[in-house]
């Protein structure tokens, strides 16, 4: 045994005695008033600042936000709008015009959100096959898809209820009478397109039966290129959900006027689902929210305040 | 042939009724013709006997109950949240259930709500959907109920048993080489909220050892010792102690503990009175009933008496140069020495006329003797009360100074006897003499008569002085006993001795002192004797137990009267067995209980095995307070099984109690650290435990609550499945193990210190309803912090390239948070903070960080959704993640430290306040080891000891006690009649026949 050997089974033993003899070395936080004051000052001194950061970068953002689901459609439709959107004889064009109020610098990002929409529904979630989407239709276990897993004994790729119904309106954009060119590349996270839609799988047999649940997709157009059904089958977390549509890569200047010219296909009415239209500009923090940064200053403002009623109260009665 | 006929098998150690019907004719069996189970007969060749009962059916054993299994309170109290915990899972469930069946509906017509769709979902059956999906909510919400919390309990009850108590080293007792013994690890916590304590006498409290220790002769004070509770006292008033110089060589031999140049090798000679040192003398080594044995020297003789206190009585005449060593029937030899002058040693024999035995009735015990020149001696021992009432007029000197001296004696704790004698002119004593002889030999009545003749001769005693002897207490036990009854928990002497011997070691435990009220019930009384003269059964039984009816109302009424004024003093109960008996009945025992629990100390004697028991699950069942018993032997095992929590006395007896008990130790003492280090510490940290596994597992649970809210009530899933099952398994696991091995309020010698802490325990102060729901308020707040923050904020687009986030993407997040707030919310309910907590605390998170990097980094061969694939990495791309991670714990947390902050500061626990007075001290490495309870008294406490140090009026307790197991039959064996010993004695016996040394080989 040498000498280092001895020392570490001594060390080893020591550590032993303190552990069943219940020393073993600990710091010991007592919660003194001075500490609850120093750790809610110090915790206001890390959130404001925070929080104003956050907050300045979320107001820069400058957003555009247009419902559209009612107005687009005809004033005699309006009493039975789910039969209107169900009749395909009908045309669906409408045109909004929006007005930008400032300058709203490129890329301006395009979504569309719905309201009372339950993507996240257990149903609607599972309905779905990861293995087909990335492997084609030669992959048959497809049980998951369920209801929309085959039609006349054909498999359905993209199958399930997700791919089924996907988002079909359309959207142009006109300034002053030029088209505004969107750009609906990149729209989906790069995982989603390089891991998990095949890039050798095309759509099929899809949206072929009685029932059409939303857009149909161009079969030869392979499903890791198909971004839009790539956004729409990343499920959202809650009933209202954005989701992006395309990107604007020119300005707009303030007082622009833009006019859409859209084509109202998606069906919301049935369940009193609303359809909005949002163009939004984008800051290093993402799109306009003012939550995490209002949190953070409430957060850290509180805090300073109990500092102070807890300094105000030990000044007068010490303990 | 002959035929035994007798009752059928019972518990009642004290009665047998049957015949033996041998050659025609009938002879009646009573107690005294009965041997109990594990009884060892002594000095005798052979025996005749038949066996009447055996194995289960001996009345020794149908005293020991079945072994109960013990849970301790703290787990049947989680049961009941575990319960309540059920109670909201089934409510969460039935709410999502009804919103369920309401929510379905086909205009939602992307769920494909069509004809096929299966029932789970189908809107024609609400009901069907509501109910299936009250299942699956079942199955989703299930985390609520904290199933690896057992799991956990277990392991670090275990550790704890196994680690801490076992090998603890202030419990282990190096003279023995006995460390303590965890034998069962269900009631670490347990101890921690112990209220009452039953104590067994002998051999608990004390060591079954007597000693010769102080004497007072001629109004003068002998021996320099001081006892433990002389001892006590003296530090309390603040006076030094220094340890009396012994003389150059003191004698010391087991039994004699006395020191006093002044008496030594003839050195009495030269004190005031050295005639009564030398009848003094004489009457030790004359007036007992001690057969010597083995050589006669001094050094290798051996005394046999059936008492302890006799033989040290002998012992010290010895010691004193007049060493009785020899006995024949009628004579008795004394080597005396200095007597007619120094250094002059002659043996001398002296003719035992008669002996006047002792009993409980007569307290006394005397011997006629003639000295060789003729002299006629009457030697009288017995207690002060019934000695003064027969001493000679005059000398009230004396006799006030030897009062004195008892009673001082009495309070350090001794047990004194009084010595008298009585020179007889001849005449008288042939007279009395043949009405002696006469009572003798009467066959009806014969101890009566007996006792009637003795008085004539037993009168104008003269007074010698008075003996103290010292029932040798454990080590340490006065102090123990003080620091458990500032703990709060009140302890009870249940001992099988007389009522003489146990207000005795109760006076030398500090259980009783002369400040307090004592209320006696004994049947000891001159109207109960009466009775029991008549000898109906029948009558004496109803005639008690009005008897002990009237005493507890009037003690009762006393007792409340003291309870209702402020400053009323201490009360004390003692009562008897016999009376215990007919108090125990349902009818009483309400009485009894409220009596007792009144009282700050209460003693049993003269109880047997069964009612050590009865009384202990009186007051485990009537009071609901938490019960543990010590005991040492054989007569302890029913009382530490009833008992919540049964200890052990292990290292010296045999192994009866030891296997019967939960936790065994090798002292008295050692209850101090079981109780007041390892089971409040124990209690503490399984509180923690169990409100950590609570808070942890409601919080995540409730997040997924509120997400289903959003869902339609689909039952979707919030998190993943892997994060579900891992959170309690990886996630969360090991910090709170740490917890509850390494959680220390304050330091072990704290504990000790200030003892008070411990009431938090025994009021249950950190496991109450009141607790629970600060818990579950915080957990709500919590996880609506969580699920709210996370997906309100990710509402819109995240990072520079516009791109929104799934559900997964959500959900990982959120559970992120979770994650690290629970286990940030450990650290914030630790006292102490070692590596481990760090390590534990850090590698948790670190675990999920892991996990979550390599499970999202690959995808899986199998079918399943690849849900979280890249998801962490699409996180942490933005720099949403890291201000949510910085404001979400934080957000969550805030609420939990401005409860502490504010309880700590307002509403302090005791045990945060000693925190923050000792907070500056180092850990008890070592040094505060050596902390003692100092002399530093505060105002107030300096002013109230002033006042309880102020004279009252003291009931004079004199020490009187002459415990002789067995003693009235080995005295009559003398006689040569026969009588039984008695039950208790037997009792005790088998507990202590795997003694060897108890069993003489012939």
Same mark, same amino acid.
Request: charged share 20%; glycine share 6%; with cysteine.
């Given at each position: 045994m040498?000498?280092?050997?001895?020392?570490?089974?001594r060390e /080893?033993?020591?550590?032993?005695?303190?552990?069943?003899?219940?020393r073993l070395?600990a710091?010991?936080?007592?919660l003194?008033?001075?500490?609850?004051i120093t750790?809610f000052?110090?915790t206001g001194?890390?959130f =404001?600042?925070?929080?104003?950061?956050?907050?300045?970068?979320?107001?820069?953002?400058?957003?555009i936000?247009?419902?559209?689901?009612?107005?687009?459609?005809p004033?005699?439709? /309006?009493?039975d709008?789910v @039969?209107?959107?169900?009749?395909d004889s009908?045309p669906?064009?409408?045109?909004?015009?929006l007005?930008?109020r400032?300058y709203?610098k490129?890329?301006?990002?395009?979504?569309?959100q719905?309201?009372?929409?339950y993507?996240?529904?257990r149903?609607?979630?599972?309905?779905?096959s990861?293995?087909q989407?990335?492997h084609?239709?030669?992959?048959?276990?497809?049980?998951?898809?369920q209801?929309?897993?085959?039609?006349?004994?054909?498999p359905?790729v993209?199958?399930g209820l997700?791919?089924?119904s996907l988002?079909?309106?359309?959207f142009?954009?006109?300034?002053?009478?030029?088209?505004?060119?969107v750009?609906?590349?990149n729209?989906?996270?790069?995982?989603d397109?390089d891991?998990?839609?095949g890039?050798?799988?095309?759509?099929?047999?899809?949206?072929?039966g009685?029932?059409?649940?939303?857009?149909?997709?161009?079969?030869?157009i392979?499903l890791?290129?198909?971004?839009d059904?790539?956004?729409?089958?990343?499920?959202?977390?809650?009933?209202?959900?954005?989701?992006?549509?395309?990107? =604007?890569e020119?300005?707009?200047d303030?007082?622009?006027?833009?006019v859409?010219?859209?084509m109202?296909n998606?069906?919301t009415y049935?369940?009193?689902?609303?359809?909005?239209?949002?163009? @939004?500009?984008?800051?290093w923090?993402?799109g306009?929210?003012?939550f995490?940064?209002?949190?953070c200053?409430?957060?850290?403002s509180? @805090?300073?305040?109990?500092?102070i009623?807890f300094m105000?109260?030990?000044?007068?009665?010490?303990? | 042939?002959s035929?035994v006929?007798?009752?059928?098998p019972?518990n009642?150690?004290y009665?047998?009724?049957?015949n033996l019907?041998?050659?025609?004719?009938?002879l009646?069996?009573?107690p005294n013709?009965i041997l109990?189970?594990?009884? %060892?007969?002594?000095?005798?060749?052979?025996i005749?006997?038949?066996?009447? !009962?055996?194995g289960?059916?001996?009345?020794?054993?149908m005293?020991?109950m079945n072994?109960p299994?013990?849970?301790s309170?703290?787990?049947?109290?989680?049961?009941?949240?575990?319960l309540?915990? &059920?109670?909201?899972?089934f409510?969460?469930?039935?709410?999502?259930a009804?919103?369920?069946?309401v929510?379905?509906?086909?205009?939602?017509?992307?769920?494909?709500?069509?004809k096929?769709?299966?029932?789970?979902f189908?809107?024609n059956?609400r009901?069907?959907?509501?109910?299936?999906t009250?299942?699956?909510?079942?199955?989703?919400?299930?985390t609520?109920?904290?199933i690896?919390?057992?799991?956990s309990?277990e392991?670090?009850?275990?550790?704890q048993s196994?680690?801490f108590?076992n090998?603890d080293?202030n419990?282990?007792?190096a #003279?023995?080489?006995t460390?303590?013994?965890?034998?069962?690890?269900n009631?670490n916590?347990?101890?921690?909220?112990v209220?009452?304590?039953?104590?067994?006498?002998t051999?608990?409290?004390?060591?079954?050892?007597?000693?010769?220790?102080k004497?007072?002769?001629?109004?003068?004070?002998?021996?320099?010792?001081?006892?433990?509770?002389?001892?006590g006292?003296?530090?309390r008033?603040?006076?030094?102690?220094?340890?009396?110089?012994?003389?150059?060589?003191p004698?010391?031999?087991?039994?004699f503990?006395?020191?006093d140049?002044?008496l030594?090798r003839?050195?009495?000679?030269?004190?005031?009175?050295?005639? +009564?040192?030398? #009848?003094?003398?004489?009457?030790?080594?004359?007036?007992h009933?001690?057969?010597p044995?083995?050589?006669e020297?001094?050094?290798k003789?051996?005394y046999? +008496?059936?008492?302890?206190d006799?033989?040290?009585?002998?012992?010290a +005449?010895k010691?004193f140069?007049f &060493?009785?060593?020899?006995?024949?029937?009628?004579?008795i030899?004394?080597r005396?020495?200095?007597v007619?002058r120094?250094?002059?040693?002659?043996?001398?024999?002296?003719?035992?006329?008669?002996?006047?035995e &002792?009993n409980s009735t007569?307290?006394?015990q005397?011997?006629?003797?003639?000295?060789?020149?003729?002299?006629?001696v009457?030697y009288?021992?017995?207690?002060?009360?019934?000695i003064y009432?027969?001493?000679?007029?005059? %000398?009230?000197?004396?006799?006030?100074?030897t009062r004195?001296h008892?009673?001082? &004696?009495?309070?350090?704790?001794?047990?004194t006897l009084?010595?008298a004698y009585?020179?007889?002119?001849?005449?008288m004593?042939?007279?009395?003499n043949?009405?002696?002889?006469?009572?003798?030999?009467?066959?009806?009545?014969?101890?009566k008569?007996?006792?009637?003749?003795?008085?004539?001769i037993?009168?104008?005693?003269?007074?010698?002085g008075a003996?103290?002897i010292?029932d040798?207490?454990?080590?340490?036990?006065?102090n123990?006993?003080?620091?458990?009854?500032?703990?709060?928990?009140k302890?009870?002497?249940?001992t099988?001795?007389k009522?003489?011997?146990?207000i005795n070691?109760?006076?030398?435990?500090n259980?009783?002192?002369?400040?307090m009220k004592?209320?006696?019930i004994?049947?000891?009384?001159?109207?109960?004797r009466a009775?029991?003269e008549?000898?109906?059964?029948?009558?004496?039984?109803?005639?008690i137990?009005e008897?002990?009816?009237?005493?507890?109302?009037?003690?009762?009424d006393?007792a409340?009267q003291?309870?209702?004024?402020?400053?009323?003093?201490?009360?004390a109960?003692i009562?008897?067995?016999?009376?215990?008996?007919?108090?125990?009945?349902?009818s009483?025992?309400i009485?009894l209980?409220?009596l007792?629990l009144?009282?700050?100390?209460v003693v049993?004697?003269?109880?047997?095995?069964?009612?050590?028991?009865q009384?202990?699950s009186l007051v485990?069942k009537?009071?609901?307070?938490?019960t543990?018993s010590?005991?040492d032997g054989?007569n302890?095992?029913?009382?530490?099984?009833a008992?919540?929590i049964?200890?052990?006395?292990?290292?010296l007896?045999?192994?009866?109690?030891?296997?019967?008990s939960?936790?065994a130790?090798a002292q008295?003492?050692f209850?101090?650290?079981?109780l007041l280090?390892?089971?409040?510490?124990?209690?503490?940290r399984l509180?923690?435990?169990?409100?950590?596994?609570?808070?942890?597992?409601?919080?995540?649970?409730l997040?997924?609550f509120?997400?289903?809210f959003?869902?339609? !009530?689909?039952?979707?899933r919030?998190?993943d499945?892997?994060?579900q099952s891992?959170?309690?398994?990886i996630?969360?696991a090991?910090?709170v193990i740490?917890?509850g091995?390494?959680?220390?309020?304050?330091s072990?010698s704290?504990?000790?210190?200030?003892? #008070?802490?411990?009431?938090e325990?025994?009021?249950?102060?950190?496991?109450?309803w009141?607790v629970?729901a600060i818990? +579950?308020?915080?957990?709500?707040?919590?996880?609506?912090?969580?699920f709210?923050?996370v997906?309100?904020?990710?509402?819109?687009?995240q990072? %520079?390239?516009?791109?929104?986030f799934?559900?997964?993407?959500?959900s990982?997040m959120a559970?992120?948070?979770?994650?690290?707030?629970?286990?940030?919310?450990?650290?914030?309910i630790?006292?102490?903070?070692?590596?481990?907590?760090?390590i534990s605390?850090?590698?948790?998170?670190l675990?999920?960080?892991?996990?979550?990097f390599?499970y999202?980094?690959?995808m899986?061969?199998?079918d399943r959704?690849?849900n979280?694939f890249?998801v962490?990495?699409?996180?942490?791309?933005?720099?949403?993640?890291?201000?949510?991670?910085l404001?979400?714990?934080?957000?969550?947390?805030?609420?939990d430290?401005?409860y502490?902050?504010v309880?700590r500061w307002f509403?302090?626990?005791?045990?945060?306040?000693v925190q923050?007075?000792?907070?500056?001290?180092?850990?008890d490495?070592?040094?505060?080891?050596l902390?003692?309870?100092g002399?530093?008294?505060?105002?107030?406490?300096?002013?109230?000891?002033?006042?309880s140090q102020?004279?009252?009026?003291?009931?004079?307790?004199?020490g009187?006690a !002459?415990?002789?197991p067995?003693?009235?039959? !080995?005295?009559a064996?003398?006689?040569?009649?026969y009588?039984?010993?008695?039950?208790?004695d037997?009792?005790?016996?088998?507990s202590m026949?795997?003694?060897?040394?108890?069993?003489?080989?012939?």
């Amino acid at each position: 045994m040498t000498n280092t050997d001895r020392e570490r089974h001594r060390e /080893r033993e020591t550590a032993f005695y303190l552990f069943t003899q219940q020393r073993l070395p600990a710091c010991k936080p007592v919660l003194t008033p001075a500490w609850v004051i120093t750790i809610f000052l110090f915790t206001g001194f890390i959130f =404001i600042p925070v929080g104003l950061v956050t907050l300045r970068a979320s107001r820069s953002v400058v957003e555009i936000v247009e419902r559209y689901d009612t107005e687009c459609v005809p004033e005699p439709f /309006r009493i039975d709008k789910v @039969s209107y959107v169900q009749d395909d004889s009908i045309p669906k064009n409408c045109s909004l015009s929006l007005k930008v109020r400032k300058y709203m610098k490129a890329p301006i990002y395009i979504y569309y959100q719905l309201d009372n929409y339950y993507q996240n529904h257990r149903r609607y979630v599972k309905s779905r096959s990861d293995r087909q989407l990335l492997h084609g239709w030669k992959y048959h276990a497809t049980s998951s898809c369920q209801p929309v897993e085959f039609n006349n004994n054909q498999p359905i790729v993209p199958c399930g209820l997700i791919a089924w119904s996907l988002f079909n309106d359309t959207f142009t954009f006109i300034r002053e009478r030029a088209e505004l060119k969107v750009n609906r590349k990149n729209i989906a996270w790069k995982s989603d397109r390089d891991h998990k839609f095949g890039k050798t799988v095309y759509p099929f047999n899809f949206q072929n039966g009685t029932l059409i649940g939303g857009g149909k997709l161009n079969p030869r157009i392979p499903l890791s290129d198909q971004e839009d059904l790539i956004v729409w089958m990343r499920t959202s977390a809650l009933p209202s959900f954005r989701k992006l549509y395309g990107r =604007i890569e020119e300005d707009l200047d303030a007082d622009d006027v833009v006019v859409v010219h859209l084509m109202n296909n998606y069906n919301t009415y049935g369940f009193g689902g609303k359809k909005k239209l949002v163009l @939004s500009t984008s800051s290093w923090l993402g799109g306009k929210n003012d939550f995490l940064g209002l949190a953070c200053v409430f957060v850290g403002s509180s @805090s300073v305040i109990l500092a102070i009623v807890f300094m105000l109260l030990h000044l007068k009665s010490r303990r | 042939m002959s035929e035994v006929q007798c009752e059928q098998p019972n518990n009642s150690l004290y009665t047998f009724t049957g015949n033996l019907i041998m050659d025609n004719q009938t002879l009646p069996l009573s107690p005294n013709q009965i041997l109990l189970r594990g009884c %060892s007969l002594k000095n005798t060749e052979f025996i005749v006997g038949a066996v009447i !009962f055996t194995g289960h059916e001996t009345k020794v054993m149908m005293n020991s109950m079945n072994v109960p299994s013990k849970r301790s309170t703290l787990e049947r109290k989680l049961d009941k949240l575990i319960l309540t915990l &059920f109670g909201t899972l089934f409510t969460m469930c039935l709410i999502g259930a009804i919103g369920s069946g309401v929510f379905i509906d086909r205009k939602y017509y992307f769920l494909g709500l069509g004809k096929s769709v299966e029932d789970q979902f189908n809107p024609n059956n609400r009901f069907l959907v509501a109910l299936l999906t009250m299942l699956t909510l079942l199955t989703l919400y299930s985390t609520i109920i904290p199933i690896s919390l057992y799991v956990s309990i277990e392991m670090i009850k275990f550790i704890q048993s196994t680690q801490f108590i076992n090998k603890d080293l202030n419990m282990y007792h190096a #003279e023995t080489d006995t460390p303590a013994l965890a034998r069962t690890s269900n009631l670490n916590e347990e101890l921690g909220q112990v209220e009452y304590i039953f104590s067994d006498k002998t051999g608990t409290l004390t060591r079954n050892l007597m000693e010769f220790f102080k004497c007072s002769i001629g109004g003068e004070i002998y021996g320099t010792g001081m006892t433990e509770i002389e001892r006590g006292i003296a530090e309390r008033r603040g006076i030094k102690v220094q340890e009396v110089q012994a003389s150059n060589n003191p004698i010391r031999e087991k039994g004699f503990n006395f020191d006093d140049v002044r008496l030594m090798r003839g050195a009495w000679r030269n004190e005031p009175n050295p005639d +009564a040192c030398k #009848e003094f003398f004489r009457c030790l080594a004359i007036c007992h009933t001690v057969l010597p044995e083995g050589d006669e020297s001094p050094e290798k003789i051996k005394y046999q +008496a059936a008492s302890p206190d006799e033989a040290a009585l002998v012992l010290a +005449a010895k010691h004193f140069g007049f &060493f009785f060593y020899r006995r024949t029937p009628t004579m008795i030899y004394v080597r005396e020495s200095h007597v007619e002058r120094m250094g002059k040693i002659q043996d001398v024999s002296y003719e035992i006329l008669n002996v006047l035995e &002792f009993n409980s009735t007569r307290k006394r015990q005397s011997v006629v003797c003639r000295y060789p020149d003729g002299r006629l001696v009457l030697y009288s021992k017995g207690a002060d009360t019934v000695i003064y009432e027969r001493l000679a007029g005059g %000398s009230d000197a004396l006799k006030n100074v030897t009062r004195e001296h008892l009673e001082q &004696f009495g309070s350090a704790g001794l047990r004194t006897l009084c010595l008298a004698y009585r020179d007889l002119a001849p005449d008288m004593y042939e007279s009395w003499n043949e009405k002696f002889i006469q009572a003798k030999s009467s066959l009806r009545d014969r101890e009566k008569k007996l006792d009637e003749v003795a008085e004539l001769i037993e009168k104008d005693l003269i007074l010698i002085g008075a003996t103290a002897i010292e029932d040798k207490l454990q080590e340490g036990v006065p102090n123990c006993i003080e620091t458990l009854s500032r703990a709060g928990i009140k302890i009870w002497v249940l001992t099988g001795d007389k009522m003489e011997t146990a207000i005795n070691i109760a006076y030398a435990c500090n259980l009783l002192n002369n400040e307090m009220k004592q209320f006696i019930i004994s049947s000891e009384t001159d109207a109960i004797r009466a009775v029991e003269e008549r000898g109906d059964q029948v009558e004496i039984a109803h005639f008690i137990k009005e008897e002990v009816k009237k005493q507890l109302k009037k003690c009762l009424d006393e007792a409340q009267q003291y309870f209702h004024t402020v400053s009323g003093p201490k009360l004390a109960l003692i009562i008897d067995g016999k009376c215990l008996m007919y108090a125990l009945d349902p009818s009483l025992r309400i009485t009894l209980l409220t009596l007792s629990l009144n009282c700050s100390s209460v003693v049993c004697c003269r109880v047997s095995p069964l009612q050590k028991a009865q009384v202990t699950s009186l007051v485990k069942k009537g009071a609901r307070k938490i019960t543990l018993s010590i005991g040492d032997g054989a007569n302890d095992v029913s009382m530490i099984q009833a008992a919540h929590i049964g200890v052990g006395i292990s290292g010296l007896e045999g192994m009866q109690a030891v296997m019967a008990s939960d936790f065994a130790v090798a002292q008295f003492r050692f209850l101090n650290d079981l109780l007041l280090v390892h089971g409040r510490w124990s209690y503490l940290r399984l509180c923690k435990v169990v409100m950590y596994f609570f808070y942890k597992n409601l919080t995540f649970t409730l997040t997924q609550f509120w997400f289903t809210f959003n869902t339609g !009530f689909s039952g979707q899933r919030f998190y993943d499945d892997w994060f579900q099952s891992l959170y309690n398994v990886i996630f969360t696991a090991l910090p709170v193990i740490m917890v509850g091995l390494f959680d220390k309020d304050v330091s072990s010698s704290l504990s000790k210190k200030y003892p #008070e802490l411990y009431k938090e325990g025994t009021r249950n102060m950190f496991f109450k309803w009141k607790v629970v729901a600060i818990w +579950a308020f915080f957990a709500v707040y919590q996880s609506l912090v969580f699920f709210h923050f996370v997906t309100v904020s990710s509402s819109a687009s995240q990072g %520079s390239s516009g791109k929104m986030f799934g559900l997964w993407d959500v959900s990982t997040m959120a559970f992120t948070c979770v994650v690290v707030t629970v286990n940030l919310r450990l650290l914030m309910i630790c006292n102490s903070i070692t590596r481990w907590h760090y390590i534990s605390v850090g590698g948790s998170i670190l675990a999920w960080f892991l996990f979550i990097f390599i499970y999202s980094g690959i995808m899986t061969p199998h079918d399943r959704q690849e849900n979280i694939f890249w998801v962490i990495y699409v996180l942490m791309s933005t720099p949403y993640f890291y201000i949510t991670l910085l404001l979400v714990p934080v957000a969550a947390l805030v609420g939990d430290f401005l409860y502490l902050g504010v309880q700590r500061w307002f509403f302090p626990y005791d045990y945060q306040i000693v925190q923050e007075i000792h907070k500056d001290e180092a850990d008890d490495s070592g040094r505060s080891d050596l902390l003692e309870i100092g002399n530093q008294l505060t105002p107030d406490e300096a002013r109230s000891y002033a006042i309880s140090q102020l004279p009252r009026e003291i009931s004079k307790h004199t020490g009187f006690a !002459f415990d002789s197991p067995g003693y009235e039959s !080995f005295f009559a064996s003398q006689l040569g009649i026969y009588a039984p010993q008695k039950a208790w004695d037997v009792a005790r016996r088998a507990s202590m026949r795997s003694k060897p040394k108890t069993n003489k080989k012939n």
